[in-house]
């Protein structure tokens, strides 16, 4: 079995990339399977915290254990939507190996703007920019390996060019079935899908881009300008078409 993760950050495309690879049908796909371990380990109080442990449960170890090892007999491919900011610190990061890993990123100022919409934030961690550096640099270092860097912008801009692309990254045949699918929810979704996922419901594909306007207050500034060096760094390994 192929096993992909696409490691992200909240408020970007990821929800819209994972509806894209569930369209195919050789494609079963995972929902942020870390949320859970995440919120019982941090305490944060999330939207539907206990929800979301009672469905995923308390344990790195379990989870880690099944997205690697776990079979799947009636499906090719094994997508992970993955949010960088679920792995802790000093996490042993090794398990990663087992995964065709990509990266999807958008700019902070934009993550920034979508997210103080329904939550408040608070570090760049918050937002899961240093830990996407460090998961990329890891790659690179201990494997030698610069995974697929694709940004948010690019994707919206030419879904199709992007997706041919990615999928000749991570070694597996493009399918034109990711470039729409039907409007709701999914049973793969998580159960936090109620709170943070009412545009995804409403799509059938990758929507515009449409030119950011900053409108970010002084708080919100200092936070997006400090996940800047994050994305910048990152950014410069981005795929072009």
């Not at 192929?2 to 569930?22: D, H, K, L, V, Y």
């Not at 939507?81 to 990663?96: G, N, Q, R, T, V």
């Not at 400090?226 to 760094?233: R, V």
Request: glycine share 4%; net charge neutral.
């Amino acid at each position: 079995m192929i096993r992909i993760a696409m490691w992200s950050g909240p408020r970007n495309i990821s929800t819209a990339m994972m509806r894209a690879w569930e369209n195919r049908k050789d494609t079963e796909v995972v929902d942020e399977p870390l949320y859970g371990p995440y919120l019982h380990a941090t305490g944060k109080m999330h939207p539907m915290r206990q929800e979301v442990i009672n469905a995923q449960g308390d344990s790195y170890e379990s989870v880690i254990k099944a997205l690697c090892y776990d079979q799947l007999a009636t499906v090719k491919i094994n997508y992970q939507k993955h949010m960088c900011h679920h792995l802790l610190p000093d996490m042993d990061l090794s398990f990663i190996e087992c995964f065709r890993n990509a990266f999807l990123l958008r700019h902070p100022y934009e993550v920034v703007a979508s997210y103080v919409r329904k939550h408040v934030v608070v570090t760049p961690e918050d937002l899961g920019f240093p830990q996407q550096m460090e998961l990329f640099q890891w790659l690179q270092k201990e494997k030698a390996i610069t995974a697929p860097v694709m940004d948010a912008k690019d994707i919206l801009l030419n879904p199709k060019g992007m997706l041919i692309k990615l999928c000749e990254l991570l070694s597996v045949p493009f399918d034109s079935a990711m470039l729409s699918w039907p409007k709701g929810y999914r049973e793969s979704d998580g159960v936090w899908a109620s709170h943070w996922y009412n545009r995804v419901i409403e799509s059938t594909g990758f929507g515009q881009y449409f030119p950011h306007k900053n409108r970010l207050d002084s708080q919100s500034q200092a936070v997006a300008d400090a996940c800047m060096p994050y994305y910048e760094a990152l950014v410069a390994y981005k795929v072009v078409v």
